[in-house]
């Protein structure tokens, strides 16, 4: 029976290796910075306390704990070579990785829903848009990541690997443990399936009905209001376009054996460009969060002079 893990480790060669942790380490601080900035910004300008920014500071929280998740154990073991990971160990990381994956659709649904409704129903926003709305929705997401989390982690984890324990990632996931398994893999095939008709299909559709009215909205009354707001709806298209095609790709790769190389870079783009790319959309194609850094680093010099 298999007692722990090997991940897929970097290069044999020493400088490839630095390499691969220089590369890892840049996005990893980069995307940390990014995002605390958002963090940082969307929290002292009084200006971002509305529904929108209060749910791009929780996914910007959200993409700086999932990086966490797995890019520091990939520098440590591309410096020291060791590639082991106990069963625990991936099991813990299979069900935080499944948290935020969920989670992270489930924002981004919500605010397409919050654009929705600012474009659609401008009237209506603050009352429908209402603090302890977004408070109940943030809760609701997280609850529903911890269940998913849960079911998904359990299901894999009670089959029994006496087979190769050489997991072909830079981290543990579900479609690279079921090819390891020697039991019956067929409920957890349909479990992931439904999963992905359900949460994808349902929040993708979601998504997708919300543009539609938006688009139509904006071309039957183009005003000043409806075409600001829509401004905001590209950065948020951007995102969940790079999120959903990322995920996708790692699934469709699951059903294939693939070489060290696209594993590497199909793993790296699921788990590194969302994150990455967060502060990067928001902030340089928002014109309301750019000024708003400028004010914040303003007051931050002015009281430093002091």
């Excluded at 480790?9 to 490839?16: E, I, L, Q």
């Excluded at 409920?187 to 993708?204: D, E, K, Q, T």
């Excluded at 793993?267 to 400028?294: D, G, H, W």
Aim: glycine residues 6%; aromatic residues 10%.
């Amino acid at each position: 029976m298999v007692t722990e893990f090997l991940l897929l480790g970097s290069p044999d060669d020493w400088n490839m290796s630095f390499l691969y942790f220089t590369l890892f380490t840049v996005t990893y601080l980069g995307t940390l910075l990014g995002n605390l900035l958002i963090v940082t910004v969307t929290t002292a300008d009084q200006n971002l306390h509305t529904p929108m920014y209060f749910f791009l500071r929780n996914l910007s929280i959200l993409d700086m704990f999932f990086i966490s998740i797995t890019i520091p154990n990939v520098c440590v073991n591309s410096l020291t070579g060791n590639r082991t990971i106990s069963v625990a160990g991936c099991a813990t990381q299979i069900f935080l990785v499944l948290f935020c994956a969920c989670v992270e659709l489930l924002f981004l649904s919500t605010m397409a829903g919050d654009r929705y409704v600012a474009i659609c129903q401008p009237l209506q926003y603050p009352t429908i848009m209402n603090p302890q709305f977004c408070v109940h929705m943030t809760l609701a997401s997280l609850l529903s990541g911890l269940v998913y989390a849960g079911v998904h982690t359990g299901n894999t984890f009670r089959l029994s690997f006496c087979q190769s324990n050489v997991v072909h990632q830079f981290f543990c996931d579900v479609p690279s443990l079921l090819r390891l398994s020697c039991s019956d893999t067929t409920s957890n095939m349909i479990l992931i399936l439904v999963s992905i008709i359900i949460l994808g299909g349902g929040c993708f559709g979601l998504i997708i009905m919300s543009y539609i009215r938006i688009f139509s909205t904006v071309l039957k009354s183009p005003t000043t209001a409806s075409v600001k707001a829509f401004s905001t709806c590209t950065p948020h298209i951007l995102m969940v376009s790079v999120f959903l095609s990322s995920s996708t790709g790692v699934y469709l790769r699951s059903s294939a054996n693939s070489d060290t190389l696209q594993d590497l870079i199909l793993s790296a783009c699921y788990t590194m460009v969302p994150p990455f790319l967060n502060p990067l959309i928001y902030s340089l194609r928002n014109k309301q969060v750019k000024e708003a850094v400028m004010r914040v680093m303003g007051r931050k010099f002015i009281s430093g002079k002091r």
